[in-house]
C-alpha cells in the first residue's frame, strides 16, 4: 500500500504564489504518473497538472503559464509551483499517483483570497 502525505496548502491573496509537495510513503516503488487533481465547493474534481516517470507534463489549460509541476523520482515526490494564483484557483487539492494501483492523498486547502 502506498500512502500520499501533501503539504503547502494555505490561504494567498490574488497574485501570491504556494508551493505544493507530496511524497510517497514507499520508496522505490515505481509510480509511473504523479500529479495533482483540485476539487472546488459543488465542482467535480478535475485534473489540475500530471508528470510521468519520464517527466512527460499535461496542465489543465486554466493554469497553464501558472503551475510548474516537478517530481523528484528517488525520492517519489510530487511538487506543485502556483503562481499568480486567483481566487477560480481555491480548492482542495488532491495529490495522486498511479502504480500498480491508483492511489490518492487526504487532500489540501488552498485559499486565494484578499
Known amino acids: 500500500q502506498v500512502q500520499l502525505v501533501e503539504s503547502g496548502g494555505g490561504l494567498v491573496q490574488p497574485g501570491g504564489s504556494l508551493r505544493l509537495s507530496c511524497a510517497a510513503s514507499?520508496?522505490?516503488?515505481?509510480?509511473?504518473?504523479m500529479g495533482w487533481y483540485r476539487q472546488a465547493p459543488g465542482n467535480q474534481r478535475e485534473l489540475a497538472a500530471v508528470i510521468t516517470n519520464s517527466g512527460i507534463t499535461n496542465y489543465a489549460d486554466s493554469v497553464k503559464g501558472r503551475f510548474t509541476i516537478s517530481r523528484d523520482n528517488a525520492k517519489n515526490t510530487v511538487y506543485l509551483q502556483m503562481n499568480s494564483l486567483k481566487p477560480e484557483d481555491t480548492a482542495v487539492y488532491y495529490c495522486?499517483?498511479?502504480?500498480?494501483?491508483?492511489?490518492w492523498g487526504q487532500g489540501t486547502q488552498v485559499t486565494v483570497s484578499s
Open positions: 514507499r520508496s522505490g516503488f515505481n509510480l509511473y504518473a
Open positions: 495522486y499517483a498511479q502504480g500498480p494501483s491508483e492511489y
